[in-house]
């Protein structure tokens, strides 16, 4: 990330996700790594669709992306 970046962040105090926002994000890429396993199971696609439409986790991905920091979906 450039320096620019980096200090705007900092002194803005933008990207400071609460813990709760945090923990969520963690059972993201948890669910989704188990998905993708050969024994993933069914659960973890209702867990996903729950944890993405969490106003938190929603909030902080609107963050990211108001700072061009989330690919755009096709």
Do not use: N, W, Y
């Amino acid at each position: 990330m450039a320096k620019a970046m980096r200090d705007m962040i900092v002194k803005t105090g933008h990207l400071q996700p609460s813990l709760s926002t945090l923990c969520k994000l963690g059972s993201i890429l948890i669910h989704v790594e188990e998905g993708m396993a050969d024994a993933g199971h069914p659960f973890d696609v209702i867990a996903l669709r729950t944890l993405l439409a969490d106003h938190e986790v929603k909030a902080f991905l609107a963050e990211l992306d108001r700072l061009a920091l989330l690919p755009k979906k096709r």
